[in-house]
């Protein structure tokens, strides 16, 4: 017989399970060795390099139903199994939140994004993935399912450290919640990176909702890429509530805090001062953006 060459990940069995209990029940019996596959853009980088070396892999894309993007009951809610490319595609997500819509255009690539998923995208704890700072900015909550049911968990709870969630290993993401905004609301997420395609040398996501006066009723701020998980930068959002977004002074105020709240490592995209400055820049711009959009006429 032919010498056959070893795989390159380590051995692992393979699970398709075709219902939510039924994953549940599998990462429950197979404990600290099982992992859930969705999309695969970073589980299996992982497998290959034998960062991760589970002993099953539990492929939750056969499970049916977990794959919508609605409104209801006062909530925007996305299944665990959405793509990003469905993210980018989706009119209803443009147009109220676009925020959410200007990260999927800046993840990764079209091939990444034609499989990557949203529960994926926040289930990894990766700091320089995008969406963790804009469900930070939305207020957005994250429903884990396990063996007693649902848990919503607010997504300031969920990032624990690089990598590491408030998910339990027998938990599955399943969705993601988002309050409907008010009227006169906005949100914008800027990236900057080293080419196309590349991870944020340090994102911002930004959503306000003006008053009657316009000015800021409400303010949500996320970083992406400057610290060990995404960062809710809340005094910059408490200092340019009741402040007007035209005000040069409040934003530049608030845009120093921002960077304040960042704790960037210095790497080969840059030193930790010039993502600082990267912040303020992105937030500064943000601020206009999002305001812009959340005026009578603007998108979203
Ligand atoms: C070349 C490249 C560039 C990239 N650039 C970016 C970028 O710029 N910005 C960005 O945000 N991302 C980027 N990514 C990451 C990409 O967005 C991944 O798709 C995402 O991080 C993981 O989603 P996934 O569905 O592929 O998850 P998988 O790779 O399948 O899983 C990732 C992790 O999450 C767990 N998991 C997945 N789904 C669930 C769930 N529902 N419940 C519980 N646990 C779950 C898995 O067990 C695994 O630990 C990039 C990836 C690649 C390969």
């Given at each position: 017989m032919k010498h056959r060459p070893p795989l390159i990940p380590s051995a692992f069995e393979y699970a398709s399970p075709r219902s939510v209990p039924e994953a549940i029940a599998l990462l429950r019996n197979r404990g600290?060795?099982?992992?859930?596959?969705?999309?695969?853009?970073?589980?299996?980088?992982?497998?290959?390099?034998?960062?991760?070396?589970?002993?099953?892999?539990?492929?939750?894309?056969?499970?049916?139903?977990?794959?919508?993007?609605?409104?209801?009951?006062?909530?925007?809610?996305?299944?665990?199994l959405v793509r990003m490319a469905d993210v980018e595609?989706?009119?209803?997500?443009?147009?109220?939140?676009?925020?959410i819509h200007d990260a999927s255009e800046v993840i990764a690539d079209p091939l990444v994004r034609n499989l990557g998923t949203v529960g994926g995208n926040l289930s990894h704890g990766?700091?320089?993935?995008?969406?963790?700072?804009?469900?930070?900015?939305l207020g957005g909550k994250l429903v884990a399912t396990g063996p007693s049911g649902d848990r919503v968990i607010p997504a300031e709870s969920f990032f624990v450290d690089s990598f590491t969630t408030a998910l339990n290993h027998d938990e599955i993401l399943t969705e993601v919640r988002v309050p409907v905004p008010g009227p006169r609301s906005g949100g914008a997420y800027l990236k900057h990176e080293l080419k196309v395609g590349d991870f944020a040398t340090a994102g911002v996501a930004v959503q306000v909702g003006l008053?009657?006066?316009?000015?800021?009723?409400?303010v949500g701020i996320g970083?992406?890429?400057?610290?060990?998980?995404?960062?809710k930068a809340r005094a910059a959002e408490e200092a340019l509530i009741g402040r007007r977004p035209g005000d040069g002074d409040a934003v530049r105020a608030a845009a120093k805090l921002a960077a304040e709240s960042a704790d960037p490592a210095s790497d080969i995209r840059g030193t930790a001062q010039y993502k600082r400055d990267v912040v303020a820049l992105l937030f500064r711009r943000g601020v206009q953006m999002a305001s812009d959009r959340a005026r009578p006429g603007g998108a979203g």
């Open positions: 600290d060795g099982a992992k859930v596959l969705a999309g695969g853009q970073s589980l299996i980088p992982l497998l290959k390099l034998r960062l991760a070396s589970p002993t099953v892999v539990i492929d939750i894309n056969g499970i049916p139903g977990l794959d919508y993007i609605k409104e209801n009951g006062g909530f925007l809610k996305i299944g665990a595609a989706s009119d209803l997500l443009l147009r109220k939140y676009p925020v990766d700091p320089a993935n995008d969406l963790p700072a804009v469900m930070l900015a008053g009657p006066k316009g000015e800021c009723k409400s970083l992406t890429g400057v610290g060990p998980t995404a960062i």
